[in-house]
């Protein structure tokens, strides 16, 4: 799967499948702002003209819902339903199974991580969640023992950074490869 992260239409492709528009709807009841990870608008890194253009391009890339334009970006990246069974294979023929870890204590993020496996299932991509005690799922990532993980993220800043974007006091961006 390595191989497959680092490639940037697979990763575009896997976005554009998830409807984040349902995912807001059905979990947070229209609360939220569809948007990628990104930091918060109001940051001191934004208060510019370009800066908030940054931001809007940032915050909006590859957030349209769109499971043709998903599953042609899948197909660019080799990842192809080759044998005929509905379900999508690495790029080597051999079978892809998204395996993502998710905090099982985490309503909102178990709910939202079955409403993506839908998403994903249905351009394709076999998904399992793996709903799994906090502690342990600290481990696994720590341990590059997980797949996938899913990360529910708070508002931060390039100032006040996020300890997975800039990892300096833990190991919560651990990436494994």
């Not at 575009?12 to 984040?20: E, M, P």
């Not at 890194?45 to 042609?72: M, V």
């Not at 899913?150 to 833990?170: E, K, N, Q, T």
């Amino acid at each position: 799967i390595n191989d497959l992260l680092w490639d940037q239409k697979f990763r575009q492709g896997i976005s554009h499948a998830v409807n984040r528009e349902r995912i807001n709807s059905i979990v947070f009841l229209n609360t939220c702002k569809v948007r990628q990870f990104a930091c918060p608008s109001y940051g001191a890194e934004y208060n510019s003209e370009r800066g908030q253009k940054i931001y809007d391009e940032w915050s909006h890339n590859c957030t349209e819902y769109s499971p043709d334009k998903a599953k042609d970006l899948l197909d660019q990246a080799g990842v192809k339903d080759a044998n005929g069974d509905g379900w999508r294979q690495l790029p080597n023929g051999d079978p892809l199974e998204l395996m993502i870890d998710v905090n099982a204590a985490a309503a909102t993020e178990t709910q939202t991580m079955e409403l993506v496996k839908e998403d994903w299932e249905a351009v394709g991509l076999k998904t399992v969640m793996n709903a799994i005690d906090g502690t342990l799922l600290n481990q696994r990532t720590e341990n590059c023992e997980s797949m996938l993980r899913y990360r529910g993220g708070a508002v931060s800043g390039l100032l006040v950074a996020a300890s997975h974007w800039v990892p300096i006091s833990d190991a919560g961006g651990t990436i494994c490869g």
